[in-house]
């Protein structure tokens, strides 16, 4: 792409309006992220009794381990719900702008 393609796409509102809402995703999703695992470092820290209690009696599985996969869980569902949005939403936006800065050669 030629820099004048470039500089007209960086010029394009629709290209804005693209990336703050790209940034702005994105910015939560990191805000969440690190609310969940600093929340659980904070668990570990301030109640590692909790942590070390069977889910029930009897059994092998403690708190701190089904908190652990909770937290890759959601990792997991960020990662899939940032994946969903900028395949259904982005990528076709910026693939239609692309499109529109190409045809006007």
Known sequence: MQQAHIDQTKANPAYRRLVA?????????????I???YGFVL?????PHLL????YA????????L?????????????ACYV???NRTFDPS????LANVQQGD
């Open 67 to 79: 908190a652990g996969v909770g937290v890759i869980l959601i990792a997991l569902g960020m990662t």
């Open 35 to 37: 609310l969940t695992y």
């Open 21 to 33: 809402s790209r940034r702005r995703f994105s910015f939560t999703l990191t805000a969440l992220m």
């Open 52 to 55: 070390a209690r069977p889910l």
């Open 58 to 65: 009897g059994a092998t599985m403690t708190v701190g381990v």
């Open 84 to 86: 969903l949005r900028a």
């Open 94 to 97: 910026m693939s239609a702008l």
């Open 43 to 47: 668990f570990v820290a301030l109640g």
